[in-house]
């Protein structure tokens, strides 16, 4: 048995956010400031980007959690875009993130393995890219059509049951069935954000957003980082892999 109080955190913060931004929603949309032809908003109105960022960066320096890091910047930026709907805040935000992963990159090592195993997994596949280079023969061996529920070879890939969960499918379902899944989340957020175009006041149309958005992000970028879309980073499948506090 374990529990993993992040996953609490994600729920909590959403519900912060979302009473924060709809509290703030003005303030956000103003730009006051102003430098030759462009307007930019009040330095007490970036704060919280700001913020946001060292609390992402603080997590991947302490905790080694690149994958909630992702999440909760993304979170954060997708909730701060639809309160204000300023392109401005997604350009800085996506800023702040680039700058950050080049820092991290040549600060840390851990972070360094893992940008070296998505370039080049090959390189290392009996040890550091053994994951990675099972789950792309895995993926590949599905086929259209797959190998037939059970019959996979998945088994051999350290953690399947969590972080790899999608290999498994994919190896077993076919290209037809991790599409399923994928389409499955596809409508999932379609109904999420469609729940937060109606919702009555603006904290709840923000808490649906918020909530879909971390499911959403945390299948992209678990599901990214198994087929060396994006590099790979310990999260759970939301609602399928075997998570304990992230399934509950």
């Excluded at 919702?199 to 909530?211: E, P």
Aim: charged content about 10%.
């Amino acid at each position: 048995f374990s529990f993993q109080p992040g996953e609490l955190a994600k729920i909590f913060i959403v519900l912060f956010l979302a009473g924060y931004l709809a509290q703030n929603r003005e303030m956000l949309s103003v730009f006051t400031w102003r430098i030759g032809p462009f307007r930019l908003p009040d330095i007490r109105t970036l704060l919280p980007l700001l913020l946001m960022w060292v609390v992402a960066m603080l997590i991947v320096v302490f905790e080694k959690d690149l994958g909630s890091a992702l999440v909760l910047f993304f979170l954060f930026l997708a909730m701060l875009y639809v309160t204000s709907g300023k392109k401005f805040y997604l350009v800085v935000g996506l800023g702040l993130a680039a700058v950050a992963a080049v820092g991290l990159y040549f600060m840390f090592s851990h972070v360094r393995t893992r940008v070296d195993i998505w370039l080049n997994p090959f390189k290392d596949a009996t040890n550091k890219g053994y994951q990675l280079v099972q789950s792309l023969y895995s993926i590949a061996d599905g086929g259209l059509f797959g190998v037939g529920i059970g019959r996979g070879l998945s088994h051999n890939i350290p953690v399947v049951e969590s972080d790899f969960i999608f290999t498994a499918i994919a190896e077993e379902a076919g290209l037809l069935g991790a599409a399923g899944l994928l389409l499955l989340y596809l409508c999932f957020s379609i109904r999420g954000f469609v729940t937060a175009a109606r919702a009555k006041s603006d904290v709840s149309s923000l808490v649906a957003v918020g909530l879909t958005s971390t499911i959403v992000l945390q299948a992209f970028i678990i599901v990214g980082g198994v087929t060396r879309l994006i590099p790979l980073t310990g999260i759970t499948l939301p609602f399928i892999s075997q998570g304990g506090s992230s399934l509950l």
